[in-house]
């Protein structure tokens, strides 16, 4: 069962666009979002995070918008560069369970072109 | 960089062989969780070691088992190795068990022949 879904599969923007990522969740327990930041060859890298009592969380180019009542929530990547290009994971998780146990969606690969 | 290191990088094995994996946590962190991530696809829990006993695990077969050392050190061993066990396995460390931030390593690429 994909508990998180996550769109586009694959995005291409120019420098200095903005670049939007989807992701829509089923398990209302969840309540912590974090957006990860893959490069080939590379584990995951954290690139921000939010709780549901806030609807937006922004850190310098890279704001999360979260929408808890429809179950969704978006990167949004401002002003982007050719060095964003990159795959970009959403994940959630139940931070006061047993185990922080985090559920990712599919990726989304950003290319940035010039 | 995380402070996360995982060894090997690369291993190749053939189908049926067993393989170890390794992981040294950040600094401090006393909690190793393991991930598959197969090609293409999002990070799958593996299961997850806290105080050197298992702490949680995700839908994978009793052939995926771990250690966790003193150090807060990982191992993921995994037995009987099928085609569909060729991924890239990842390890993460936290603060604690329900720490939300977890530093992901490298990985470990691995291919079943």
């Known amino acids: 069962q994909q508990q998180v879904k996550q769109s586009p599969q694959s995005l291409i923007v120019q420098k200095g666009g903005i670049s939007i990522i989807n992701c829509a969740y089923e398990n209302t327990a969840f309540d912590y979002f974090p957006w990860y930041q893959q490069f080939p060859g590379k584990g995951p890298a954290l690139l921000i995070a939010i709780r549901p009592d806030v609807s937006e969380k922004k850190e310098g180019r890279f704001t999360i918008s979260f929408n808890k009542s429809a179950k969704q929530f978006s990167l949004h990547i401002m002003d982007s560069q050719p060095g964003d290009s990159a795959t970009y994971f959403c994940a959630a998780t139940v931070s006061t369970g047993t185990a922080s146990k985090l559920t990712f969606g599919t990726g989304t690969r950003l290319q940035v072109t010039l | 960089e995380t402070g996360v290191t995982q060894s090997p990088t690369h291993l190749i094995k053939t189908r049926g062989q067993q393989v170890t994996l390794r992981c040294s946590s950040q600094?401090?962190?006393?909690?190793v969780s393991w991930y598959q991530q197969a090609l293409g696809q999002g990070p799958q829990f593996i299961f997850q070691y806290y105080r050197e006993e298992e702490n949680g695990r995700g839908n994978f077969p009793p052939r995926f088992s771990g250690l966790q050392f003193p150090n807060y050190s990982s191992e993921l061993n995994v037995n009987a190795l099928e085609l569909d066990d060729s991924a890239l396995y990842l390890c993460?460390?936290?603060?604690?068990?329900?720490?939300?931030?977890?530093?992901f390593g490298p990985g470990t690429r691995l291919l079943v022949l």
């Open positions: 600094s401090g962190h006393n909690t």
């Open positions: 993460a460390s936290s603060l604690q068990v329900s720490g939300e931030t977890q530093y």
